[in-house]
């Protein structure tokens, strides 16, 4: 199948704002599941509510569009009933660590088979530009006009510390990593996180003065670094980029499978 034979045309053009790197990460996901050859019945996508999450009404798999911050907890009901199925969870950076935070580490925890995609642009931009737990220090928001006091999470050392088995970064700048590590996290047995720094020139960039969508873009270029390069180690304020994490460990839905059986042969 070809990457359109993936999409709803008639929802076409879509709604994300010009210059929106959301756009760069679906057509970096849907080509990684083209280069895997899964067909769409294959695939369950799981999201929420935000900008990201609107990626669902874009693909023609079966799709599931839930409650803000939820998608993860809707994910593990597919999951869990329907195994086989290749669950893809495309959440926002409020979505995921905010109202979504505690089904997040959870679901990290239990190590499930699913792949969860956190774009991250730093911002509510669906609901008015207002500031998430990744905004990050200094930052001004239509909610903190003044600057943001918050001290932003770190998603990769977030998933990795609740345990997930698969956790890696990139932007929407690096468009074929984000196409690589798509693939290998669809293909990681357990819980695959994927952070794709996105850019929001609407409300993230207005608001913080960072030019257009091409400077934003150029920044995500010169800001980043390939894990354990040489310009980490000259500048540690770089942010790195790659595959964090990656480990096989037992998948939540098997062991319960196992629970299952016992529970039977106990009964018998």
């Not at 034979?5 to 080509?31: K, S």
């Not at 670094?225 to 790659?242: C, H, M, Q, V, Y």
């Not at 939540?252 to 018998?268: F, L, P, S, V």
């Amino acid at each position: 199948m070809a990457v359109k034979d993936y999409i709803r045309e008639r929802f076409f053009p879509h709604m994300w704002c010009a210059g929106c790197g959301h756009g760069t990460v679906l057509n970096g996901m849907l080509q990684a599941i083209e280069a895997l050859g899964l067909s769409k019945n294959e695939i369950v996508m799981v999201s929420g509510i935000g900008c990201s999450s609107r990626i669902s009404g874009y693909v023609d798999f079966h799709t599931l569009h839930t409650i803000h911050g939820r998608a993860l907890a809707f994910a593990t009901g597919v999951k869990m009933s329907l195994p086989k199925l290749n669950v893809i969870v495309p959440m926002g950076d409020g979505d995921a660590l905010s109202i979504g935070g505690n089904h997040f580490i959870h679901a990290a925890r239990r190590n499930l088979d699913m792949t969860a995609l956190v774009m991250n642009n730093r911002i509510y931009g669906m609901t008015g530009g207002q500031f998430s737990p990744l905004s990050g220090l200094g930052v001004i928001a239509t909610t903190a006009p003044y600057s943001n006091i918050d001290h932003d999470f770190d998603v990769v050392e977030m998933a990795t510390a609740a345990g997930a088995t698969f956790v890696a970064r990139t932007t929407s700048y690096h468009v074929r990593q984000i196409k690589e590590i798509i693939k290998k996290a669809i293909l990681h047995k357990g819980f695959s996180v994927v952070e794709i720094l996105s850019q929001c020139p609407t409300y993230f960039g207005r608001k913080n003065k960072l030019g257009s969508a091409v400077d934003m873009m150029a920044a995500m270029k010169e800001n980043t670094t390939p894990i354990g390069s040489k310009a980490k180690k000259e500048n540690p304020d770089l942010i790195e980029r790659g595959i964090f994490v990656q480990k096989d460990l037992p998948v939540y839905n098997e062991e319960y499978d196992k629970i299952i059986k016992r529970a039977q042969a106990a009964g018998k």
